[in-house]
């Protein structure tokens, strides 16, 4: 069944849904995003928690393949085995959108087995993946910094740039893709408009042919456009800005592929060859992440921004060093009269000869000192001859002391450089925009398959660590696993013995039976067996591999798992336990696991009941079911069929009167209770009176056997 509205989905109602349509834009996108099972977009939307948005990832699921979690998993403790089984998967993803991600991925039914064979099929070569490239850290690291891409925060609207356009439909184009949102657009008619409103702009951009050849004032800066004006050429701020909000998880993307590509047989992101993939982080190691162009890209650029950021400096300290210099040559220098210059002093024109005279002297070295301070400016600011024109001005002609300069003349300086730094920038940020806004779709596609690589990666890692194999999957149910071990015991102090079992499967001293009862010593690994065959059946339907040297399973459409009781149950427990029970009733394929029901009441009861939840299982040809009991021989009597009885057997014990146990089953076989053998223990470490006391209650025992 498709999908076809939010509120079709148990779970969503109107609230949630307009919340989803709000943040996705449509309805359709908020489809589009449960049906890619996006765990990550989902629970940023406000007041949708991860775990909420796996829920209706799951009802998608439901609705749209016909396999419902809560179908297969029929009780709680089942559910516990497959939340811990992807808990420890999600420890293996590099990334949010991964981890949420793995908590998606179900047990399928046994109506879906091409479903669950087409996982293994992908998954196969995924877990050869990881053993290439598991230990990469550069690979690591790489995938640690990608994560679904954002939406750039909104650009601020220029207000020295605007667009001029000679005819209403640019004009309505313009204002229907909201460019006036980044920069004012004008509709002009006439020239002397256009000059008139261009005046409190910095830079004019003209579209339209009307004004082309017109003589604009010198002091007016005009771009005309390329065509009809595209947003890369208009704003390519706007267009820079989806880069360089997502410059870490592109670059990540990208180094992620190269190295996968480098090693491995894997083409991902095919759709991206060696090419563009050169091209695409040529043009991202060009902008910084906050839409700037990075140092290095234009020695132009920098060189502006450097005479920006220097001139005040550099400015003040020529200042500095040439009213000291012209200080200090004064100091240094001595004027020598002739006898005639000195007798002239006392004519008409005394006084003014022998200013002029000093004067000479003075303004000598006052233009030797401008003429070292403009060549500092020069030097220090790496200045080009037009950028000294406005030097020149800034000093003036007149001898003047202390030195000062002429700070309009500074700031036409400072004008002038920002001006070709705007337009210089402008022009490079327009070269990137136009090669980056092909790519917009492709960084959306490539970021999106490498996080999804990151996914089923992850599950290769795990599977690498944990020793896990493919199961091989049929139609009959049943379970035979060889070698295993329960995952959730690999961090424990003790090694893990492997262990092989099988039910429903014929294998050496069995016949298939599909409904068994499991006996053995207490801390035996009776509960351990429970579940590893748990985490086989449900990873086996997953699709996943299992812990196991090799099995086989054969689907079913329900796992349920009881674990066992903390003690004899109240009368509503009990019939609460009972009624739970119930659901063994059903017709469809299980799988049965039961640790030690007899707990619930005392044993003669338990011993009936467990019986008649056995024959149950037992008229079911789709049933497989295992019960782990210490009355073994008690059910046995009280069951009309007959049912295999296997033990974890205790061979004895060793040097430190420790247990020996084989934790693999041995079949149609009744194992040694925990009491005989602690009697046994008991036996051998006492003497005298008491030893004799033990051998009479050990004899009990024996003489039972």
């Keep these: 069944m498709h999908v076809n509205g939010l509120i079709e989905l148990p779970g969503i109602g109107e609230k949630i849904s307009n919340k989803l349509i709000d943040h996705f834009g449509s309805e359709r996108a908020a489809l589009e995003v449960l049906r890619r099972h996006d765990v990550a977009s989902l629970s940023a939307v406000p007041g949708i928690s991860e775990k909420y948005a796996v829920s209706l990832i799951h009802e998608v699921i439901a609705q749209e393949e016909g396999a419902s979690i809560e179908d297969f998993l029929q009780t709680p403790e089942a559910f516990n085995v497959y939340d811990k089984i992807v808990g420890l998967m999600r420890s293996y993803a590099h990334t949010s959108y991964s981890r949420a991600k793995l908590s998606t991925y179900i047990p399928y039914p046994s109506n879906k087995a091409d479903r669950i064979r087409a996982i293994q ?28 891409l954002k939406e750039p925060s909104k650009v601020a609207k220029s207000r020295d740039r605007a667009i001029f356009t000679d005819n209403k ?18 509709c002009i008619e006439n020239m002397g408009e256009l000059v008139d409103v261009a005046k409190g702009y910095s830079q004019s951009l003209i579209l339209g042919s009307k004004f082309a050849g017109a003589d604009f004032p010198e002091d007016m800066n005009v771009d005309f456009s390329e065509g009809a004006g595209e947003a890369w050429w208009l704003v390519p701020e706007v267009v820079i800005s ?20 480098s090693k491995s047989d894997l083409n991902i992101c095919n759709y991206l060859d060696d090419a563009k993939m050169l091209e695409l982080s040529q043009e991202m190691g060009r902008i910084t992440p906050e839409g700037e162009l990075e140092l290095g890209v234009d020695p132009e650029i920098d060189r502006l921004k450097s005479v920006l950021m220097r001139y005040n400096e550099v400015l003040k300290a020529a200042l500095k060093k040439a009213n000291a210099d012209l200080h200090d040559r004064m100091e240094n220098n001595t004027v020598t009269l002739k006898g005639s210059q000195l007798l002239g002093m006392f004519g008409e024109k005394g006084e003014a000869g022998l200013k002029g005279m000093l004067e000479k002297e003075v303004a000598k070295a006052y233009v030797e000192v401008v003429g070292e301070a403009k060549s500092f400016i020069k030097e220090q ?27 309009r003349a500074v700031d036409g300086f400072k004008n002038a450089v920002n001006r070709q730094l705007v337009k210089r920038s402008l022009d490079i940020k327009r070269n990137s925009a136009k090669r980056l806004s092909k790519f917009e779709a492709v960084c959306k596609d490539m970021v999106r398959d490498t996080l999804e690589f990151d996914t089923y990666f992850a599950i290769g890692l795990f599977a690498l660590d944990y020793d896990l194999r493919l199961p091989a999957v049929n139609g009959h149910a049943g379970i035979r696993v060889t070698d295993g071990y329960n995952i959730f015991l690999r961090d424990h102090a003790q090694k893990v013995e492997p262990v092989s079992y099988a039910v429903g499967i014929k294998v050496k001293d069995t016949k298939g039976e599909r409904v068994v009862i499991l006996s053995g010593v207490n801390s035996g690994g009776k509960t351990t067996m429970l579940d590893l065959l748990a985490q086989v059946v449900i990873l086996g339907q997953m699709g996943f591999p299992v812990p196991a040297g090799s099995a086989e399973i054969g689907l079913v459409d329900e796992l349920l798992y009881f674990s066992k009781s903390k003690g004899t149950l109240t009368a509503g427990a009990f019939e609460t336990t009972i009624k739970g029970f119930s659901r063994v009733v059903s017709k469809n394929s299980k799988v049965v696991l039961v640790d030690e029901l007899e707990s619930i009441t005392e044993p003669g009861a338990s011993a009936k009941i467990i019986a008649g939840i056995l024959e149950t299982l037992y008229d079911n040809d789709c049933s497989v079911a295992v019960f782990v009991s210490h009355l073994a021989e008690q059910i046995r009597e009280n069951t009309k069929y007959s049912i295999r009885v296997d033990g974890i057997e205790a061979k004895g014990l060793d040097a430190n ?9 041995r079949y149609n076989y009744l194992a040694k209770s925990t009491p005989e053998l602690i009697v046994e223990r008991l036996t051998r470490s006492s003497d005298g009176d008491k030893k004799e006391f033990y051998q009479k209650l050990l004899a009990k025992f024996k003489s039972k056997n």
């Design 121 to 148: 099929a992908e998954l196969k070569g995924y877990i050869e993946l990881a053993k290439k490239l598991g230990n990469d850290v550069e690979l690591s690291a790489a995938l640690k910094k990608a994560r679904y």
């Design 657 to 665: 009167l420790n247990l020996i146990v084989d934790r693999t089953p």
């Design 242 to 261: 989806f880069f360089a909000a997502n410059k870490e998880p592109i670059e990540a993307s990208l180094e992620a592929i190269r190295i996968i590509r």
């Design 381 to 407: 600011l790496a200045l080009k001859p037009f950028e000294m024109q406005h030097v020149d001005l800034m000093f003036n002609d007149d001898i003047v002391y202390p030195i000062e300069l002429n700070y």
């Design 169 to 186: 439909k640019d004009y309505d184009r313009l204002l229907g893709e909201h460019i006036d949102r980044y920069l004012d657009v004008y």
